[in-house]
C-alpha cells in the first residue's frame, strides 16, 4: 500500500510508524506532527500506524489528531495483531472513519480455496453451501468430480495443517507442522486471554472441549463442567475465542413444541 500511494499520489505524504515498543499515546501525536513539520510542502497525507493494538488508548491519540489538527483531512491506516484490540478502538472513533463502505480489513488464515492454489490446483467451481442445491449450480459441480481425488487429497492436508501461513510452509517443506510453530501460535492465544484476564489453561480447556465435542451440539452448562465454571464463565470464553476467530458459534434451532 505504501509503495501504491507513493507511485500513484506522489504529491501526497507518507507516514509509517512502528508502535511495538511504546506504551504512551502521545507518540502518535509526536510522530504524525514531526512528519508533517519535516514534509511542509504534503496538504495530504496517508499515514500508517503498525501495531497500534500496542499503545493503550490509542484511540484517544488518533481521535485528538483528527478533531484538532489538519490531519482530519488525511487517511490514516491503522493494523494490529489483536483484532480484539483494533475492532475495539475503532468502536470509540465514531464519526472519524470516513465514508467508506467497509472501512474493516481483517486478514484471516487461508481458505481451502487459496490453500488449493497454491498447491497448483484451482478450485473448478466456487460457491456458497446455500447453493448447492440449486439445478444450475449441480450442472456446474459435475465437472468438478474429474478433480475429486486430488482435492480430497488436499482437503485432508489442509484439515491437518489449517491456513496459517507459517504451518502450510511448515508442511510443505517437511510434511509436518513443526513443534515452534504451533507454540508460536499457542502463545499468540494465551498472550490474548493474559490481555482479557482470562486463564489462559481454562481457555486451553474451553477449546479441547469443542474439538472433542465437534460431532454433536454442547451446552453452556456442559462446557461449564468441563472448564470447571459456571455457565455465565463457560460462555464468557467461547465468546472471546469467537472474537479472535478461532471458533464460530451457531445456535441450534429448536423446532416447534420441543421441550
Known sequence: MI??????TPYEGVLYYACDLDTDPDVIRQAVQTAKRLR???RRWRIFLDEVSAIPRWPQAVKWLRDNTPAREDTFILTGSSAIEVAAGADRLPGRRGRVARPDRILLPLSFADFARLHGVAPPVEMAVSAFLDP???REIEPMLLHQPQLQGLLERYMRVGGFPAAVIDEHVSGRVAE??????WEMI???AQRHRRDPVRLFRTLEHIVTSLSGPTEWTALGEAIDADRRTAEEYVRLLARMFL??????????GAD
Open 3 to 8: 509503495r501504491q500511494s507513493l507511485r500513484e
Open 190 to 192: 494465551e498472550g490474548e
Open 180 to 185: 515452534s510453530t504451533v507454540r508460536m501460535l
Open 40 to 42: 511542509p510542502q504534503s
Open 247 to 256: 471458533v464460530v458459534v451457531l445456535f441450534r434451532r429448536d423446532p416447534p
Open 136 to 138: 444450475a449450480a449441480q
